[in-house]
């Protein structure tokens, strides 16, 4: 028999971070064998939280459980002010990481990129773990050769602290590997309020909404000629994406270097 993979899990009192801490402690091939938190005082997650089968410490030092626990993957679900150095230390470690929090920008991400190749290690920048959203993101790109002209709306629950969403951002991006540069729409168009239109990445507007009882829902709005085309995803629950993070978990530990996007693994 195989020995199971050791996995850390960072930002482990967070909502996702729970939801990831069940699942890998549920998975067969997967050890838990830490976990990190900014909030972490040292009591056992059993004592804090309702997953009473969990008797791992919640501690607040990376290094310190790095070096204590010597695992070969992190799965990072922290925030966008601290998901950068807990990467740059993983990734030092030659510790292999999952991050599904968005927020990082290009000049951290070619960073942390550099640092895995010289480390030789993997690193997997996730913006969405569903695999529905995957394909929505495959579809809209699909959709952007027929539309070109498009607009992302999506909507994520009130404490999501970035904002558009990296699916967003993505899907804006795989769109317009589609359809090419093209010249602005309508040259006349003015905001009389700021940012009504939204934000604007290369051309594709995106809209960003935050409401209670939302989780993570996104919609992507062609229009053409007497035509619309919608494609949607809606996460209903967390643990939607939890198939999505132990795929790449176990698919990463195997891989050196960076890859962005759930799809490129599929």
Not at 120 to 131: K, R, S, V
């Amino acid at each position: 028999m195989a020995e199971r993979i050791r996995v850390i899990v960072t930002g482990a009192l967070g909502k996702m971070g729970l939801e990831t801490v069940k699942a890998i402690a549920s998975d067969e091939d997967l050890q838990l064998v830490g976990l990190v938190d900014i909030r972490g005082r040292g009591e056992k997650l059993s004592q804090i939280s309702e997953l009473k089968d969990v008797d791992i410490k919640v501690e607040n030092d990376l290094d310190r459980v790095l070096a204590s626990t010597k695992p070969q993957a992190m799965v990072d679900f922290t925030n966008p002010q601290a998901v950068f150095n807990n990467a740059r230390t993983a990734l030092k470690n030659r510790v292999t990481c999952v991050v599904g929090t968005t927020g990082l920008n290009e000049v951290e991400l070619r960073q942390l990129e550099k640092l895995a190749v010289e480390n030789q290690t993997g690193l997997a920048i996730i913006p969405n773990f569903a695999i529905g959203a995957v394909l929505m993101m495959k579809f809209a790109q699909e959709a952007a050769q027929y539309f070109p002209d498009v607009e992302i709306i999506e909507l994520h629950h009130d404490q999501k602290m970035d904002a558009p969403s990296g699916t967003a951002i993505k899907t804006a991006e795989l769109i317009n590997q589609s359809r090419g540069s093209r010249a602005p729409h309508n040259i006349r168009e003015f905001e009389k309020i700021a940012g009504c239109r939204g934000g604007n990445v290369g051309q594709v507007r995106i809209h960003s909404i935050r409401l209670p009882g939302l989780i993570a829902h996104q919609e992507v709005i062609f229009g053409g000629l007497g035509q619309t085309l919608k494609i949607r995803h809606d996460s209903l629950d967390r643990v939607g994406f939890m198939p999505g993070v132990l795929m790449v978990v176990k698919k990463m530990v195997e891989r050196k270097g960076l890859v962005y996007g759930m799809e490129n693994l599929l």
